[in-house]
Nanobody, 126 residues
Framework: QVQLVESGGGLVQAGGSLRLSCAAS????????MAWIRQAPGKEREFVAA????????YYADFVKGRFTISRDNAKSMVYLQMNSLKVEDSAVYYC???????????????????WGEGTLVTVSS
């Protein structure tokens, strides 16, 4: 079992930065690939980024490449999403997810992830 708690969301102006954190419980955290998923009001959830269980491989949606960075600290059971050059369209609830599937597969199969957090709201103003 893995429990996930996101934090770090808030209100930021366009062009600004935020760092989201996801705290995981459970002794097997280092076995799981992790991902960030977001859902904007009135829209479906969409994949943002994923990281392998070891942290050596990362994957991003095209719309965040070069702006967002996913990372993890297995010793602390934490996953992070550094978001730079934020745009109004990045406004959404951001969810942290965990699964034993390969991180590369999360871009397509994220909806089937075993564990999800409750989300943290990011609002980007113009």
């Amino acid at each position: 079992q893995v429990q996930l708690v996101e934090s770090g969301g808030g209100l930021v102006q366009a062009g600004g930065s935020l760092r989201l954190s996801c705290a995981a419980s459970g002794r097997t955290f280092s076995r799981y690939a992790m991902a960030w998923i977001r859902q904007a009001p009135g829209k479906e959830r969409e994949f943002v980024a994923a990281i392998s269980y070891s942290g050596d491989m990362t994957y991003y949606a095209d719309f965040v490449k070069g702006r967002f960075t996913i990372s993890r600290d297995n010793a602390k059971s934490m996953v992070y999403l550094q978001m730079n050059s934020l745009k109004v369209e990045d406004s959404a609830v951001y969810y942290c997810g965990a699964d034993l599937m390969d991180a590369q597969a999360m871009g397509r199969y994220y909806s089937g992830m075993d564990y999800w957090g409750e989300g943290t709201l990011v609002t980007v103003s113009s």
